[in-house]
């Protein structure tokens, strides 16, 4: 049976762990640029961001605003119902 390099099976073998510094940065790559810059990259930022957007045809534009539209104007004729209701019903209990 073979053991693996650092096995506790292994008598005298020691795990070697490397000493390796962290090196603490001072304010990272900001503290290096004016504020300018960290508007400009800023800026060239939101324009790639957007070029990723996956924009809709004006087909489907049209229909999801027609979707929206009849949606709003479903729950308004339904608030306006509930809203009619609780008010005959409250006129009625309250005189």
Do not use: C
């Not at 390796?20 to 400009?40: E, N, Y």
């Not at 996956?54 to 539209?69: D, E, F």
């Not at 608030?79 to 005959?88: K, M, Q």
């Amino acid at each position: 049976m073979a053991d693996a390099v650092g096995s506790i099976d292994t008598p005298g073998a020691q795990d070697e762990v490397p000493e390796t510094k962290k090196k603490t940065r001072k304010g990272g790559k900001r503290a290096k640029k004016g504020p300018l810059k960290r508007l400009a990259t800023f800026y060239r930022q939101i324009v790639a961001e957007l070029r990723k957007v996956v924009w809709p045809s004006r087909n489907q534009l049209t229909t999801y605003t027609t979707v929206v539209i009849v949606f709003v104007l479903v729950m308004i004729g339904l608030v306006t119902v509930i809203d009619y209701g609780l008010n005959h019903a409250a006129k009625y209990v309250f005189g």
